[in-house]
């Protein structure tokens, strides 16, 4: 058989192999993510099946993968939203980002891989999955209740941190020297800066840009923008993704809402084949003893995200019961910390992060959901209920 | 003294208002970015939490909305009176006796002869929004105008028959 046919027939067996997943995650009731992981697991390095023409395609799939859920995420938030929310919930995303970094920065100290593997761990156990949380959310019907906004704001803001986040991470990663290391971080923040300035002043002029009727030129005009912008960030050590998400930022309106319509199916297909990917690329032989510490960090990191959303939900003035449901369904982790992942071993970090970065991802989006239903069980809400009275009591008796 | 309606974004799925009742329940309409409604109740022992969530499509939001806002339009209106100078609005019943019953609106020529518009018939506990002039008037009916006082005044007189 030529390659050609060959290549076809592979990428042919895994997007439908993806499919498979994807309808026994739906069956489930979860997200497909972690399904996909474990899928590219078994047939990649040291897995079941090895796996071996389409590996060109899955590679620049994967990083469109990438391009595409950032430029998706960018669509989603105006940039006014985004300043909004730092202004209204700085402390809270402040308090989650000290608390959700430091188990991530310890593992990787403790475990050896030095201070720029740092770094990326802290950004890995730090970033919640929006997407699976906005799920989860719509599927418990909480999406009227009154903490929602407070667990959605903590979303923006590590979204939105991650502008600033990946940039710095990426010029760690090149950085060779001190210097050289410090200048290219100033120049990446310096292009954040000046990208975020043109989305918030001249986001209309963007917008009119790309803006089409017609959602095939829609769709070309905004993907090629998106990935032109992610290629040139990317020559500048800015991080495609942050391109993209900027991007993103700066359409607004009805460009970006029909842009949302266009992009979605392609979005779904190349990060799926990103989430593939990074199981492919994992190997097994290195995860096995990387699951220990994925469990004990997954419990720590769903324990500081629970004391997260209670806090920032009782800054907010929710009562008790609401301060427990926010701090549970701040607990999974997803694409952003997979995407830190990727970056940080295609520069030559560890390997083993990339395989408990995924260990940890898929448990605690796994475990993530189900005990987001803990707080409507009937026992928790009763217990919830008797700490708010003997609280009512002992403020009445003082 | 008009409902107290809080709006709140949620970034990335949609807008929620909520609106807290008299007796203190919070109702809240979720409007989704995908297009989607949903009404939402509150717990009564949780306020935070919405007790019971019900997805609306389309037309059922309109339904809705239409049984709501018929028996609304006369307080809107009410409450327009108050905000426009120099503009009025009378509810000018038609009697039995009125020369009108069983004629179109069209007949009146109150646009033409008063300036004012009719822009609701009240009919029992119906409401027939924005009537043409082929609509027909019954006895019992409410016409509800919109127009200068002296143009009011006139059209009362003449829907009464004098």
Known sequence: MDHGALVLIEIGALILGIGLLSRLAAWMGISPIPLILLGGLAFGEGGLIPFSAGEEFIEIGAEIGVILLLLMLGLEYTAQELVGNLKGSRTAGLIDMLLNAAPGALIALLLGWGPVAAVAMAGITWVSSSGVIAKVLQDLGRLTNRETPVVLSILVIEDFAMAFYLPVLTALLIGTSLVTGTISVVIALLSVVLILYIALRHGRFVSRLVWSKEADVLLLSVLGLGLLVSGLAAGANVSSAVGAFLVGIAISGPAAKHAQRVLTPLRDLFAAVFFLFIGLSTDTRELVPMIVPAILLAIVGMGTKLLTGYYAARRAGIAEPGRWRAGFALMPRGEFSIVIAGLAVAAGVDRSLAALATAYVLITMVVGPLLARIPDAERFKAATRRIQANRRAREAAA | ?162
Do not use: W, Y
């Open chain 2, 1 to 162: 003294m008009p409902a107290h309606v809080e709006r709140t974004e949620l970034p990335g799925i949609g807008v929620r208002h909520d609106i807290v009742t008299d007796q203190g329940r919070r109702l809240s309409v979720l409007n989704l970015r995908d297009g989607g409604r949903e009404i939402a109740l509150a717990d009564e022992d949780d306020p935070d939490r919405a007790s019971e969530t019900i997805e609306l499509n389309d037309d059922e939001a309109i339904a809705l909305s239409e049984v709501l806002g018929g028996s609304l339009i006369l307080t809107q209106l009410a409450g327009l009176r108050e905000q426009v100078a120099g503009l009025s609005i009378e509810q000018i019943p038609v009697r039995a006796d009125s020369p009108f019953v069983g004629r179109p609106l069209g007949d009146t020529k109150a646009r033409t002869r008063t300036r004012c518009s009719i822009v609701a018939i009240v009919r029992e506990t119906e409401v027939l929004p924005a009537p043409g002039p082929a609509d027909l008037l019954r006895s019992g009916d409410t016409l509800v105008a919109v127009g200068t006082r002296d143009g009011l005044d006139h059209l009362v007189r003449i829907v009464g028959g004098s």
